[in-house]
């Protein structure tokens, strides 16, 4: 796949990701505080531990290491027989400690991979490592009445437990990325260990990027962007990015080893401090912690509980439903868009001879219509009020032939904005399918005595008027006749004048 940057010919660009995502526990990394703080006011779900205070002793989440090691085994990663944590020092003012209890050089998680299609053909991304860690409290920024500003720091998030996955820089371009990132997503969403959402803040991601000449291991400078919140500001950075630096490399200038922020309003990256190297933490072994030694059988047993997995739920789709490569894998990208299909194919009452048809049609409206209404209301399927046994509904009118689809499609903007079912909408505005020929042949009458010149057409060989007449009749009809119905009457009164 080519450059984001149309001088990319001369370089290429390498990327590296850095994604931290936050692990759905009860309770915090170290101590017995609730995780659940995005709803909480400021600074509830707290103790000594995630506070700081001096003499406290930290104790191990159990289910986060689970949690960890399923990630690792997902992502084809090998669990080693011996795990550490380290405290990272640094002095920000989220951390409350002035260090963080992370891991270092004996994560829980080693050397797997992830796999990605670019253009139609496989790519294997490595993977480095995955371990666990916390997360920092949060600052909020304030400007009172006079105009000054300030800070809060709300440490609610302290302490929660955060999972952080670190790619090889195998990545060449900034689509490349985004794919590795929708996929990495997916898979911790069907393993269940993280809601994945990026507008929250529960999934992160940090990009290491630098470009060298094509055809050379020469690098002419990393760099790291932060503050990328959803999968478009992420190749829209890394965009950016690449095109900022091999524009300085061509006018002979140098790229520091730097950290800059994604400015999403601007479009554009912004210095905000040199890099730091692992040296500048003072890594040392966590004191309060001891080593973790994780058996084998522990590890099997773990590897025993893994899920159905994107690819694999996809492969079935299209072994059992008969869906193509295309849209099984838009359907299975994220869990609950494939959970919402398979409940709304399961609420089904069409017979099992024709599940395939039925799969093929749920699928058709969902990649279509469902998901047109989530993007524009800004929420994913489970948010939706049209519930899968809605849209099943739905679907059972039009394959009966009560509705027609496009009947349906007002139906379901409808029960998307209300939550009311097919059958009361249908019932309630009048909109069942006019399929009886009685009631049709009288409205086909009289759209051919109006539109003669049409009928001439016909007869003269066009039948693009044939359209034009059906179109007609439909239109008489507020969209309900039958179209099928109405073209065969329509068919049959002009053969019938000869």
């Known amino acids: 796949m080519a450059d984001a940057s149309p001088l990319g010919s001369k370089y290429e660009t390498i990327i590296g990701l850095e994604v931290h995502a936050q692990l759905l526990t009860k309770s915090k990394m170290y101590c017995g505080c609730s995780a659940a703080y995005a709803s909480a006011a400021p600074n509830t779900h707290v103790d000594p531990v995630c506070l700081g205070l001096p003499g406290v002793l930290p104790v191990i989440n159990r289910q986060a290491i689970e949690y960890t090691i399923m990630t690792g085994l997902a992502l084809n990663c090998t669990i080693p027989p011996y795990t550490k944590f380290d405290r990272k020092n640094y002095p920000y003012p989220d951390l409350m400690k002035g260090y963080q209890i992370s891991q270092y050089d004996a994560p829980l998680c080693l050397g797997g991979w992830l796999g990605i299609d670019v253009n139609g053909e496989p790519k294997r991304i490595g993977i480095t490592r995955v371990h666990l860690e916390e997360d920092v409290a949060k600052l909020v920024h304030r400007t009172n009445a006079l105009g000054e500003s300030y800070s809060l720091v709300d440490v609610n998030r302290a302490g929660v437990p955060l999972m952080e996955i670190v790619s090889e820089p195998d990545m060449r371009s900034p689509e490349e990325a985004r794919l590795y990132l929708v996929k990495l997503r997916a898979i911790l969403q069907y393993l269940g260990v993280s809601t994945g959402n990026m507008e929250e803040g529960s999934f992160r991601c940090d990009a290491n990027v630098s470009v060298r000449p094509r055809g050379t291991d020469v690098f002419l400078g990393k760099v790291e962007v932060k503050n990328m919140n959803s999968f478009r500001a992420v190749f829209r950075a890394l965009s950016y990015e690449v095109e900022r630096q091999i524009e300085i490399v061509d006018k002979g200038g140098t790229i520091p080893q730097e950290t800059r922020g994604w400015v999403d309003d601007r479009e554009v990256t912004v210095s905000q401090r040199s890099k730091e190297y692992a040296h500048d933490y003072r890594y040392f072994p966590e004191p309060d912690l001891p080593p973790l030694m994780p058996s084998r059988e522990w590890v099997e047993s773990i590897r025993a509980r893994l899920p159905e997995l994107p690819e694999a739920r996809r492969d079935r789709f299209m072994a059992e439903l008969g869906l193509s490569r295309y849209d099984a894998d838009l359907l299975t990208a994220g869990k609950p868009f494939a959970d919402y299909f398979e409940q709304a194919l399961a609420a089904s009452s069409i017979s099992p001879e024709r599940r395939q048809e039925r799969a093929k049609l749920t699928s058709n409206w969902m990649l279509g219509e469902l998901n047109r209404l989530l993007n524009d209301a800004g929420i994913e399927a489970p948010q939706s009020r049209a519930t899968p046994a809605h849209l099943s509904e739905l679907l059972d ?102």
Do not use: H
């Not at 009947?407 to 019932?427: C, H, L, Y």
């Not at 009289?446 to 010149?453: E, F, G, I, T, Y």
């Open 397 to 498: 009118l039009i394959q009966a032939g009560t509705i027609s689809a496009r009947t349906g499609k007002e139906v379901f903007a409808e029960m998307f904005a209300s939550g009311a079912d097919a059958r009361q909408i249908v019932e309630k505005r009048g909109l069942t399918q006019v399929s009886g020929t009685g009631e049709l042949a009288d409205i086909v009458a009289r759209v051919l005595a109006d539109n003669p010149q049409a009928v001439a057409d016909y007869q003269s060989g066009k039948e693009q008027a044939l359209k034009f007449l059906v179109g007609q009749v439909m239109k008489e009809t507020r969209g309900r006749a039958n179209p099928q119905v109405a073209n065969t009457l329509i068919v049959e009164e002009l053969k019938s004048r000869g």
